[in-house]
């Protein structure tokens, strides 16, 4: 069975791209254009790893990330933070929140895949 990954982002063109690279290297993908509407899909299902944004409308990625570690289902899900901005304090916040690791775009599909296979196991 394929893992299932869930890409967030409020752009469509990052969502397409993601979703792409993904499912090109044998993954199940679900998006998400941003945290409030990522939590309203996940309904408890079976996830293996979500990658978010950190600016998005209405939820944002920090917003999301907490709100999934508050949940016993998604305590422990790999969770990557996929964003523009590269500054310390940010990636500080995204830690404490509770992020597994970060990637800054722009993004090659060969690091996206490279990531999502090592915290996929």
């Given at each position: 069975?394929?893992?299932?990954?869930?890409?967030?982002?409020?752009?469509?063109?990052?969502?397409?791209?993601v979703?792409?690279?993904?499912?090109?290297?044998?993954?199940?993908?679900?998006?998400?254009?941003?945290?409030?509407?990522?939590?309203?899909?996940?309904?408890?299902?079976?996830?293996?790893?979500?990658?978010?944004?950190?600016?998005?409308?209405?939820?944002?990625?920090?917003?999301?990330?907490?709100?999934?570690?508050?949940?016993?289902?998604?305590?422990?899900?790999?969770?990557?933070?996929?964003?523009?901005?590269?500054?310390?304090?940010?990636?500080?916040?995204?830690?404490?929140?509770?992020?597994?690791?970060?990637?800054?775009?722009?993004?090659?599909?060969?690091?996206?895949?490279?990531?999502?296979?090592k915290?996929?196991?």
């Amino acid at each position: 069975m394929a893992k299932v990954i869930m890409t967030v982002d409020d752009s469509a063109s990052v969502r397409q791209m993601v979703s792409f690279t993904l499912k090109a290297a044998g993954y199940e993908v679900i998006t998400a254009v941003d945290g409030r509407d990522a939590l309203g899909k996940l309904n408890g299902s079976a996830l293996h790893l979500v990658i978010t944004d950190l600016n998005m409308p209405n939820l944002d990625g920090i917003g999301l990330i907490r709100q999934l570690r508050a949940d016993a289902r998604y305590k422990f899900l790999p969770i990557i933070m996929l964003t523009t901005e590269s500054q310390a304090e940010k990636k500080q916040e995204g830690k404490a929140a509770g992020a597994t690791g970060w990637i800054v775009k722009p993004f090659s599909p060969e690091q996206l895949v490279a990531v999502a296979k090592k915290v996929l196991g």
